[in-house]
């Protein structure tokens, strides 16, 4: 008989998702950029791009600067977070023409949770293979944080994912 496939416990945390509809391309970048790490990815009307950096107003992947013109829609996000912040995850996402969100996801004992725009939530960590990997060994994998929120009537519903790991 095969094992038990078991998930991951879901945490207690706090979560805030802040639209902009009237951000540019610009200030997503200019904010993602004062994180530190960021990776994402990009989707342009050439394809998808693997972004691993955001420098003056760039975007970089393993196949050079992503063309800015040709992006529609963007996902960047705070990487490699480490276990000693409060922050579990932070996402930024553009769509041309519809503007963006910034959504973060921290523990519950942050001086954030008095503030009227963070919610509860649960949370629990996931990963993903990452395309190209080779099995077995150690494939690459892409990290992420499954949020779930409690509705009206006690039904915990999955809401959101965030990603939080680095390109392989």
Excluded at 6 to 28: C, I, Q
Excluded at 120 to 130: I, M
């Amino acid at each position: 008989m095969p094992d038990e496939l078991t998930m991951p416990s879901l945490r207690e945390a706090m979560w805030s998702s802040s639209p902009n509809p009237n951000a540019t391309l610009d200030d997503v970048l200019k904010a993602a950029a004062s994180a530190g790490s960021v990776a994402g990815i990009a989707y342009t009307t050439a394809g998808a791009h693997a972004v691993t950096s955001v420098s003056d107003g760039k975007l970089h992947s393993s196949g050079g600067d992503v063309e800015r013109a040709a992006i529609y829609e963007l996902r960047l996000w705070e990487a490699g977070i480490t276990n000693d912040r409060e922050v579990f995850a932070h996402e930024w996402r553009w769509v041309n023409g519809s503007g963006s969100a910034e959504i973060i996801v921290h523990e519950t004992s942050s001086n954030k949770e008095s503030t009227p725009k963070f919610k509860p939530c649960w949370y629990r960590h996931n990963a993903y293979l990452q395309h190209g990997a080779a099995l077995p060994g150690n494939p690459k994998t892409m990290t992420s944080i499954e949020v779930f929120t409690e509705q009206e009537y006690g039904n915990t519903v999955f809401v959101d994912e965030l990603m939080t790991g680095k390109w392989g």
